[in-house]
């Protein structure tokens, strides 16, 4: 299992646009993702409900996780996503 952590840039948090972009890219992997706030309980990053449920705020660090082939190449690219502002 790999795990990365991420400050989250988007002034909305991970709501809205920044929280419908990270789901899809955590989709996309094709992997098993989760993320947590800080070092609370992980959710599933596939799923919109349960990401904006986090309630992570602009600021708030993020602990991502996945498991499986090209996991560390999955995570650092939802971390640069996490750490994009995409509130434009």
Known sequence: MS??????ASRVGLHARPASLF???AA????PVT?????????DAR??????????KHGDQV????????AD??????VE???TDHDA
Do not use: F, K
């Open 3 to 8: 795990t990365r952590t991420a400050t989250v």
């Open 63 to 70: 602990t991502l996780t996945a498991e499986g082939e090209g």
């Open 23 to 25: 789901v899809q890219a």
């Open 35 to 43: 993320v947590a706030v800080g070092e609370g309980v992980p959710v």
């Open 47 to 56: 799923s919109i409900l349960m990401v904006m449920g986090l309630g992570a």
């Open 81 to 83: 996503l996490v750490e």
């Open 73 to 78: 190449a999955a995570l650092d690219s939802l």
């Open 28 to 31: 996309a992997t094709g992997l």
